[in-house]
């Protein structure tokens, strides 16, 4: 029984709560309430700790305090979304609490899981009980008075533990969304598996041996008792589009053979094509039955396996987007040139006064963003929250001495928040949750204004935006009174559920009687990358229909999850 943890015993505690989150991940983000496909909190809180192992990996530290200090910092850098800030905050006031020392005993490190709690609890805005902030409380204030009751620190971790699991378990009557889902809360489950494995391995039940790379294990694989159970899954994305053999043609042969050989199936058809959208392990047969009704027009097909390893790894996850770049690299290795040496990460010296920094996916979005004056656009928003490293960087390279961002998703608000410490330029945070708010915020950037009638102008143009999403189910689910089924669309406004359905025809009717109530002058449809241009226009024309006096626009942003994006203002 261990009374105290040195330097290596820290470094070890955390290699193995960073296997053991990495080989729950999926367990933490099945817990995601809302039915829509997302950042996911098990996704966002283990790419936020792999980065601490991945520096802890390349060190050995002479004391606790060292460890601890380069696991907050790195954790700082690699949070990504909500609850990967909120983790990297409770490490960050551990770090605090344990500088200058040289091991940690049970009232060092009660003390300093109570200070990770205090950081936490300062740097969100309203802090909302039944999440991981409640779950990590219940558990420091455990530990602090077992610890102050003499206990030694394998018992005060299990008193923490005990106190911490009674609290998650309570998640589900604390928060009204929970409740009525009959789950529990995903970060506060996260924050569980890392202080269990934490335990676990002060106790030498489990040990990081060989370093688990997360290229070796799956996003939906389970810890159980220091092993890893990898569970099958359907591995490619695979979207195509077929021209049809005649308009009556019947597709529900097809449909019952997409879903004996897949799931997440959606199929959509007018007169002329149909396109399908199927997770399936064989894409081949797939494209192969599908010809029999008609002549292939276009595919795309991607392995979501490795993306979601390259995403856990911090690197960015390949795509189809990424074929001219390979061409590109394949031609310059033929030709025997040097490929472009990578940008300098250093801080761009000031060469204006105001300068801007926007988070969005897709070409299209990326660069309109560019073309209203965003200095860098920063790859990322719904399924892919980019870390505050991300952020950090392409703050630094903006060639401004007061750099405004704008997150663009009320999930990667805190990320970019914990870069205002971290350089020497003014950061100023537009709390933008759409990209659409985005936009509207960048017509009215003004460089030559003053920061005050900046952020207020800005800041108008943000309140004056309603933002409509359509994307699709990612599960069965029974959500606020809609029963909503795999694959069908889902219709969101202002992140308010209004319905799912079978066909977009009928979406886009409901979505215009929501608009009712705003009074639209302006209306743009921003469609995404698995949307044809002649599909995105019937969508307008039926929006027009309802608005004959308000301007309807159709842009091309290329994102990704969100079919459509509409700004209503």
């Keep these: 029984m261990r009374d105290y943890i040195d330097a290596a015993a820290f470094k070890e505690m955390i290699l193995c709560a960073d296997a053991a989150l990495h080989a729950n991940i999926q367990v ?16 966002n809180m283990g790419l936020t700790i792999n980065n601490a192992a991945a520096e802890l990996r390349k060190r050995s530290f002479d004391n606790v305090a060292a460890a601890s200090d380069c696991v907050a910092g790195a954790m700082l850098r690699g949070a990504r979304g909500n609850s990967g800030v909120i983790l990297s905050l409770l490490f960050r006031g551990i770090a605090k609490r344990l500088k200058g020392t040289e091991t940690a005993g049970a009232e060092e490190f009660a003390g300093a899981m109570n200070d990770g709690v205090e950081a936490a609890y300062k740097a969100v805005m309203k802090p909302a009980e039944g999440t991981i902030l409640t779950v990590s409380r219940l558990a420091s204030a455990a530990a602090v008075k077992a610890a102050k009751n003499g206990s030694d620190l394998e018992t005060t971790l299990s008193e923490a533990i ?12 604390q928060n009204p969304v929970l409740k009525k889902a009959g789950v529990i809360d995903a970060g506060g489950k996260g924050y569980m598996v890392i ?22 294990l799956r996003e939906d694989s389970v810890f159980v008792d220091g092993k890893v159970d990898v569970p099958e899954i359907n591995i490619f994305d695979t979207v195509y589009v077929v021209r049809k053999k005649s308009p009556d043609v019947d597709l529900e042969p097809l449909r019952r053979y997409l879903g004996s050989i897949g799931d997440s199936l959606v199929i959509s058809d007018d007169d002329e094509i149909f396109k399908v959208h199927v997770h399936t392990d064989i894409p081949g047969s797939a494209l192969s039955e599908s010809q029999k009704y008609g002549a292939l027009d276009i595919a795309k097909i991607e392995n979501m396996r490795l993306q979601a390893l390259d995403q856990l790894a911090g690197q960015k996850a390949s795509s189809t987007d990424d074929l001219e770049a390979v061409d590109q690299e394949l031609s310059a290795m033929e030709s025997g040139s040097a490929p472009a040496e990578e940008e300098d990460e250093g801080v761009a010296e000031p060469e204006k006064e105001f300068g801007a920094v926007a988070v969005c996916a897709g070409k299209g979005m990326e660069e309109l963003f560019l073309e209203l004056g965003a200095d860098r656009v920063v790859t990322g928003g719904q399924t892919m929250n980019p870390s505050t490293d991300d952020i950090l960087k392409a703050v630094n390279r903006t060639p401004a001495s007061t750099v405004f961002v704008f997150p663009n998703n009320k999930n990667i608000i805190m990320a970019a928040e914990q870069c205002v410490p971290l350089t020497e330029k003014h950061v100023i945070v537009m709390p933008t949750k759409t990209v659409p708010q985005g936009i509207s ?40 009174g809609h029963k909503i089924h795999a694959g069908e669309y889902l219709a969101l406004l202002d992140g308010a559920l209004i319905g799912s359905y079978a066909s977009t025809r009928t979406l886009f009717k409901e979505l215009s009687w929501a608009f009712d109530d705003f009074h639209p002058e302006f209306i743009t449809v921003y469609y995404g990358e698995d949307v044809g241009e002649e599909e995105a226009e019937g969508a307008a024309e039926t929006i027009r229909g309802n608005f004959p006096e308000a301007e309807v626009s159709v842009v091309n942003g290329g994102q990704p999850v969100y079919y459509y994006m509409i700004s209503v203002e």
């Design 28 to 43: 933490i983000n099945d817990l995601n309430v809302f039915p829509v496909p997302d950042g996911d909190t098990g996704t």
């Design 162 to 173: 005990r106190a911490g699991e009674e609290a998650l378990e309570d998640t589900v009557n």
């Design 441 to 480: 915020a960048m017509l009215n950037f003004s460089p030559d204004e003053s920061e005050e009638s900046l952020v207020g102008a800005m800041g108008e143009a943000i309140g004056s935006v309603h933002t409509a999403m359509v994307t699709y189910a990612a599960r069965d689910s029974d959500f606020d």
């Design 195 to 216: 202080l269990s494995a934490i335990l676990a391995s002060l106790r030498g039940e489990i040990s990081s041996g060989k370093a688990v790379s997360v290229r070796e």
